[in-house]
């Protein structure tokens, strides 16, 4: 029997200037694994010199977006006041609940360069009783996160627990997310102990009890059964998942909330300025057109 219950492929989104990502949640298979109702693979690219990612002030609702680095630096800055720098092995934790903005942009130094950027940006939806929670910002440096190690395989917990280890990042619910490197070869039992649970290859090749996994797609695995995961060459793959969300969530743009009616407001907020501003930078991404 197969430990795949379901496969999910990546769709290429432009996100503007020609920078683009792989896409593979939310899906029409599986619109979350665990809390996760979002996933974009960004890179590996480099940038020209003298330019870099300028993503503008845009809100959020409903959700925490957790950014995670392989290469390079973003510059997070949101309606809080926070101003971060995130680098590779770091974690970003920004809690929207009801209602947050902030801007992502290359730090000026790594633009005289000219800019590498690889990495991985998640969505996580809020349980119900946390929708509308105070927006919060945490940044979790890679010393603070746990390090696992088995033979020939390297893991870092980034939020939740795993392998008997736990992040400190803070989370909502039971939450599984784990970057893992292996080197050619080497196995990694995958146990049963999460409700949900997906594997997402970064590069490399790496098998699942025997069946070759896509670069860039994901694996959704069959709930309750371990599985085994085996690299035929070095490779580095994602684990995430958990308890699953506590029901359908409806999605529009940068937004994720339990009614149509949330997202409504939400996008009259922004269309009528009335998010909070991100200090400084008086630029903004407009709402797109909106299904009426």
């Given at each position: 029997m197969?430990?795949?219950?379901?496969?999910?492929?990546?769709?290429?989104?432009?996100?503007g200037?020609?920078?683009?990502?792989?896409?593979?949640?939310?899906?029409?298979?599986?619109?979350?694994?665990?809390?996760?109702?979002?996933?974009?693979?960004?890179?590996?690219t480099?940038?020209?010199?003298?330019?870099?990612?300028?993503?503008?002030?845009?809100?959020h609702?409903?959700?925490?977006?957790?950014?995670?680095?392989?290469?390079?630096?973003?510059?997070?800055?949101?309606?809080?006041?926070?101003k971060?720098?995130?680098?590779p092995?770091?974690?970003?934790?920004?809690?929207?609940?009801k209602?947050?903005?902030?801007?992502?942009?290359?730090?000026?130094?790594?633009?005289?360069?000219?800019?590498?950027?690889?990495?991985?940006?998640?969505?996580v939806?809020?349980p119900l009783?946390?929708?509308t929670?105070?927006?919060?910002?945490f940044?979790?440096?890679?010393?603070?996160?746990?390090?696992?190690?088995?033979?020939?395989?390297r893991?870092?917990v980034?939020?939740?627990d795993?392998?008997?280890?736990?992040?400190?990042?803070k989370v909502?619910?039971r939450?599984?997310?784990?970057?893992?490197?292996?080197?050619?070869?080497?196995?990694?039992?995958i146990?049963?102990?999460?409700?949900?649970?997906?594997?997402?290859?970064?590069d490399?090749?790496?098998?699942?009890?025997?069946?070759?996994?896509?670069?860039?797609?994901?694996?959704?695995?069959?709930?309750?059964?371990?599985?085994?995961?085996?690299?035929?060459?070095?490779?580095?793959v994602?684990?995430?998942?958990?308890?699953?969300?506590d029901g359908?969530?409806?999605i529009f743009w940068?937004?994720?909330?339990?009614?149509?009616?949330?997202?409504?407001?939400?996008?009259?907020?922004?269309?009528?300025?009335?998010?909070?501003?991100?200090?400084?930078?008086?630029?903004?991404?407009p709402?797109?057109?909106r299904?009426r």
């Amino acid at each position: 029997m197969s430990a795949i219950e379901h496969l999910l492929k990546p769709h290429i989104r432009d996100l503007g200037d020609g920078f683009t990502v792989s896409r593979v949640l939310p899906a029409a298979a599986a619109q979350t694994v665990g809390p996760f109702i979002f996933f974009d693979h960004m890179g590996p690219t480099v940038l020209p010199r003298g330019q870099g990612l300028d993503v503008r002030p845009h809100p959020h609702i409903g959700l925490a977006t957790v950014t995670y680095l392989f290469e390079g630096e973003i510059l997070h800055h949101d309606s809080l006041g926070s101003k971060q720098v995130i680098r590779p092995g770091d974690v970003n934790w920004m809690t929207a609940g009801k209602g947050i903005a902030h801007s992502e942009r290359s730090p000026e130094v790594a633009r005289e360069a000219g800019p590498a950027l690889h990495g991985i940006q998640t969505w996580v939806a809020l349980p119900l009783e946390h929708e509308t929670v105070e927006p919060s910002f945490f940044h979790h440096p890679a010393a603070t996160l746990p390090k696992l190690e088995r033979p020939g395989v390297r893991m870092t917990v980034i939020a939740g627990d795993a392998f008997g280890a736990e992040a400190p990042v803070k989370v909502f619910s039971r939450t599984l997310y784990v970057a893992i490197e292996l080197e050619p070869g080497a196995t990694l039992e995958i146990p049963p102990e999460h409700a949900q649970r997906a594997v997402y290859p970064v590069d490399g090749v790496v098998a699942l009890d025997g069946e070759v996994l896509p670069e860039r797609h994901m694996a959704v695995l069959v709930p309750g059964q371990a599985a085994t995961l085996t690299a035929e060459a070095p490779a580095r793959v994602m684990l995430l998942g958990g308890d699953p969300t506590d029901g359908h969530r409806f999605i529009f743009w940068n937004f994720v909330a339990s009614s149509k009616e949330a997202i409504e407001a939400a996008s009259q907020r922004w269309e009528d300025d009335r998010f909070p501003r991100v200090p400084g930078e008086d630029d903004r991404i407009p709402l797109p057109p909106r299904k009426r």
